[in-house]
């Protein structure tokens, strides 16, 4: 079966036997189909820090320790922190760390019910 996206694409060719449709929808997958972007990077990363730093939470509770302290490295560290060109030494390994990391893809922070619709998708 194709894609939605190819198959409501192909809607428009009018009668096709399965056959053409299936050789018209392999054609269009690579041209509907989307590359990756930054934002893939950032949630696999929001996913691997619920993971690592709050592993025996819920994903709720999860999601909103998350929140408070990327708020909270934001509106400090992140100020100073922004300009290095490598994750400084003194929050590597640590959860500020990763946030670095995130925050140098998307320097947006996130509120708790997006982090948690992150963590659920991909979890």
Known sequence: MAD??????LAGFGQLSAE??????AALLPVVTLPPTIYDKRDALIVECRRR?????????????LAVAWRRYAASAWQRDRTAETCPARIAGKLQGALWTIMQISPRVLSAERIRKIVGRLK
């Open 4 to 9: 939605p996206e190819v198959e409501a694409l």
């Open 20 to 25: 053409q449709r299936r050789v018209v929808a």
């Open 53 to 65: 730093f709050f592993p025996n939470h819920t994903d709720h509770d999860a999601a909103h320790e």
